[in-house]
């Protein structure tokens, strides 16, 4: 079994905002896979589903970003799955929009739901997908990531959720280096 979980806030104020890529991600893999996350548990909104035999947990905390890992934790738990299987997905400044970077560990980077997630996992070893934002020097940070995409920006944030998506399904029946072979660009 393995968990897909995608960070990001709750409620409408925040939907299609900068900080919500990884809820954007999920929703996308949700609906490829024609599914909804709307279960209510662990804190958050999830669906159980199937993917080419696996038993893959899709996972919307709704802890609001800073305690990401309390909701995953839960879902850890409950379904007795390690960090080897679990999968977090979400936003990073340090990207322009329109890219993704695959990882296997790391730290936080400073930002607050990676290190609620790696507090509650207790390791900074789990598997991970970084969808670009940008940065705007001129907008102070906390404004920025809950600001929206502009809208020259929305073909290139499109490409980016739907290879994101595309690489979280294939990272569940492939080896985590192979998706990052295959899906890491230059």
């Known amino acids: 079994m393995k968990i897909i979980v995608g960070l990001g806030n709750p409620g409408l104020r925040y939907d299609n905002t900068r900080h919500n890529a990884g809820f954007m991600v999920m929703d996308r893999i949700a609906e490829i896979l024609n599914e909804k996350i709307e279960k209510e548990k662990f804190e958050g909104k999830y669906v159980k589903t199937r993917v080419n035999g696996e038993e ?19 879902c850890m738990d409950f379904f007795k799955v390690s960090n080897k299987d679990i999968l977090v997905i979400y936003d990073d400044m340090d ?14 980077g400073g930002h607050n739901g990676i290190k609620s997630v790696i507090t509650c996992a207790m390791t900074n070893e789990f598997d991970r997908i970084r969808v670009g934002i940008g940065r705007d020097p001129q907008i102070p940070i906390v404004n920025y990531v809950l600001s929206r995409f502009k809208a020259e920006e929305q073909e290139d944030l499109k490409k980016s959720v739907d290879e994101a998506a595309e690489a979280a399904i294939y990272s569940i029946s492939h080896s985590f280096a192979d998706t990052m072979n295959r899906f890491n660009h230059k």
């Open 56 to 74: 893959v947990i899709l996972l919307k905390p709704t802890t609001f970003m800073n305690n990401s890992g309390f909701s995953l934790r839960a």
């Open 95 to 108: 990207m322009p929009v329109g890219k993704i970077r695959l990882r296997q560990k790391g730290s936080a």
